[in-house]
């Protein structure tokens, strides 16, 4: 609330809001990842991962109406696809894909003119990133290495900027992935990739 604010005070309105925060516990062991029950770090985690873009973006509408602007929401391949050792964060990254595309759709159900653009981020070069593409075996894969983190800010910026209702990065990888996932899970080539035995 006290960002918003801020940033209405000093610009006297916001044209843009990108929503990319992550709070996590992951330090350097991927094991970290895994579900292990822990229900209060889960409601901590649901409220800075999830809740928060909600609030942030319902606090910034009003002034986003008034410069008819943009709320870029930066998810992930995980919340498409659902990564084994990533089940609280693959949760968080679909339910905000859920939430902002039928914000999307109710924004112009009422006639308010606020794009909403919602990012599908594959492996970046960050410590999370590192971390999970390192356990599922695909940090030396060129096609799902970590990728650049400067390229994806602009990809992100630039889908704002057009209004895109999604963008992907890594384009093809993680275009590919979300779209054929389902049809080709079962497939050995999948399975291993993710290090699944059974789906």
Known sequence: ?????????????????????????IENNAAELYWDGDMDGAEEF???????????????????????????VVGSIAGKVGLPGAALYSGIKSGLDGFFSVLQKELTLQKVNVSVTYAVLGFIDTTPGELVA????????????????????????????????EVYYPWFSV????????????????SNLLGITAL
């Open 46 to 72: 649901v409220q800075t991962n999830f809740l928060s873009y909600i609030r942030l973006a319902s606090l910034a509408l009003p002034s986003l109406n008034k410069s008819n602007g943009s709320i870029v």
């Open 134 to 165: 390192k356990m599922l075996r695909l940090d030396n894969s060129p096609l799902f290495a970590p990728a650049s983190t400067s390229e994806a800010a602009r990809v992100v910026i630039k889908g704002g900027a057009t209004r895109q209702t």
């Open 1 to 25: 609330e006290r960002s918003i604010k801020t940033a209405l005070d000093k610009f006297g309105g916001l044209d843009v809001l990108v929503v990319n925060h992550l709070a996590t516990r």
């Open 175 to 190: 275009w590919a992935m979300t779209k054929f996932f389902e049809m080709y899970r079962n497939l050995p080539v999948i």
